[in-house]
């Protein structure tokens, strides 16, 4: 079988036990750390990718995607909401009014952001429903003043489903004895966890008791919100949604003005530690070099019989490049396969750590989640791969170049 000749001397160097054994070590050294550095970066960047996706469900599916609002009440919302259905980024849409104030509970203070919604309307923008601990959305009655908070808020004014909370609106009333705060009181219904901050800062009302309290009448609303094919589309879908009714003052406004900044800063903590983890990479990868330059430093009698025998200089850099990227296939291989399955499996490795030490790593008390997310994305694996290879493959050039510029002569001068 015809095979080229610097591809079978360079595999046949890979195999061949050497005589010094230091090289031999350098070698499995930088294959060992480059499957490492594959493995690690696959892993990390599945990890990180987890907690996006976690923070993407979990705050974006309770806020909204977008928005359009009016500085007016708006009267007749079924019909606004039918029109921006016609859209075809829009899956669904709901009415809100929001209210900001406080709650008050026992002498206990906590600010807050009240949504008034319509809860048979909000179970297709909000993904609330399925992070209900206590009591239900359906809960929330017309004119019966409930309300449904989040676990920190139920924690702080240590109170359940039946509990009294009062709720001031930053407003003055006045009467004859004086100027008072608008009060409310109202009986909690429910209770949701999401994590993140969203359970310490958001409530939920009947959007009616929500218009009452707005001094405006029970069918007006303040605005519509909107769940997109795409969240990432909503500044776009927002801004046509309000163009395409120039008759009404509606404006726009989409999550990336109230999270944004948030997957923005997980987004650059993810390339920068891409970039960091990528140096791990890079340094295995350059101790291919070290290991080449042994290796032409040892095989100089052999480089100059070949040249001797008729071979060229192109073919002399050809057996040294196979010998280093046969380095880097096998490293990034071993690297991927592992990593691979890493990021398919650290979830449940995790979870059987925390068992077996009987201590939880990630306690929901701390963070938005309870377990370690992990999502393997291909493109990922391919980046990965092809920028070791890639690597790889540039630190076999110079020790080659080098090999190839023996002369016959002065290597075999003191053999």
Partial sequence: MFRPLALFIGMRYTRAKRRNHFISFISLTSMVGLALGVLVMILVLSVMNGFDRELRTRILGMVPHATVSSFTPLNDWQQTGEQVLQHPDVVAVAPFTQLQGMLTHSGSVQPVLVNGVLPSA??????????????S??????????????????????ASVGEKLTFVLPEASITPAGVFPRLKRF?????????????????????????????????????????????????RVAWEIARSMPDSDLHPRDWTRSHGNLFQAIQMEKTMIALLLLLIVAVAAFNIISTLVMVVTDKKADIAILRTLGASPGQIMAIFMVQGSLIGVVGTLIGGVLGVISALNVTAWVAGLEKLFGHQFLSSDVYFISYLPSELRSSDVVMICGAALLMSFLATLYPAWRASRTEPAEALRYE
């Fill in 187 to 235: 009986t909690v219904v429910g209770v949701f966890k999401v994590g993140a901050e969203l359970d310490s800062s958001l409530a939920l009302i009947h959007i009616e008791d929500a218009a009452r309290l707005s001094r405006w009448q029970p069918n007006q609303v303040e605005g519509i919100r909107l769940k997109l094919n795409n969240l990432f589309d909503a500044p």
């Fill in 122 to 135: 909000e179970k297709n923008v909000s993904i609330i429903e399925d992070h209900m601990v206590e009591g």
């Fill in 137 to 158: 959305l359906a809960a929330l009655k017309s004119g019966e003043f409930g309300i449904v908070i989040g676990q920190q808020t139920a924690a702080r004014f240590n």
